[in-house]
């Protein structure tokens, strides 16, 4: 099914750090949907998140929360959610992330831990 391939090319995807109450990531791609896939694994995140309540930002966008499934999230609005990759990604109920808020490939995520009220 195509021409052989005889040599490979390693990818190096950055893992998420996490450090001093604050989980950093990167947009690794932008979806044909226009939503934002970050290389924040659910096993990273749910570790770190265990921490307490949780804000996320995408290139200084407040996300406005996580949710489970697109319907949970009100429409125009930016959400998160964990894609079929099983990684978190943001976005926008019924749009593109990644125009209405004007993120690309390599911005930064961040998922930080807030002191409870």
């Known amino acids: 099914m195509g021409t052989p391939i005889t040599t490979w090319?390693?990818?190096?995807?950055?893992?998420?750090?996490?450090?001093?109450?604050?989980l950093s990531g990167i947009v690794l791609r932008v979806d044909r949907f226009?939503?934002?896939?970050?290389?924040i694994d659910r096993r990273?995140?749910?570790a770190f998140a265990a921490g307490g309540p949780i804000e996320i930002d995408a290139d200084r966008h407040r996300v406005?929360?996580?949710?489970?499934?697109?319907a949970e999230a009100e429409r125009g609005s930016a959400c998160?959610?964990?894609?079929?990759?099983d990684h978190l990604e943001i976005a926008?109920?019924?749009?593109?992330?990644?125009?209405?808020?004007?993120?690309?490939?390599?911005?930064?995520?961040?998922?930080?831990?807030t002191a409870p009220c």
């Open 64 to 70: 406005a929360r996580l949710v489970g499934t697109y």
């Open 92 to 113: 926008v109920a019924g749009g593109s992330a990644a125009e209405c808020l004007g993120v690309r490939r390599g911005a930064p995520v961040l998922v930080r831990l």
């Open 9 to 22: 090319e390693m990818l190096d995807v950055p893992e998420p750090r996490a450090n001093a109450g604050q």
């Open 34 to 39: 226009g939503n934002l896939v970050t290389n």
């Open 80 to 85: 998160a959610l964990f894609g079929s990759s």
């Open 44 to 46: 990273t995140f749910d």
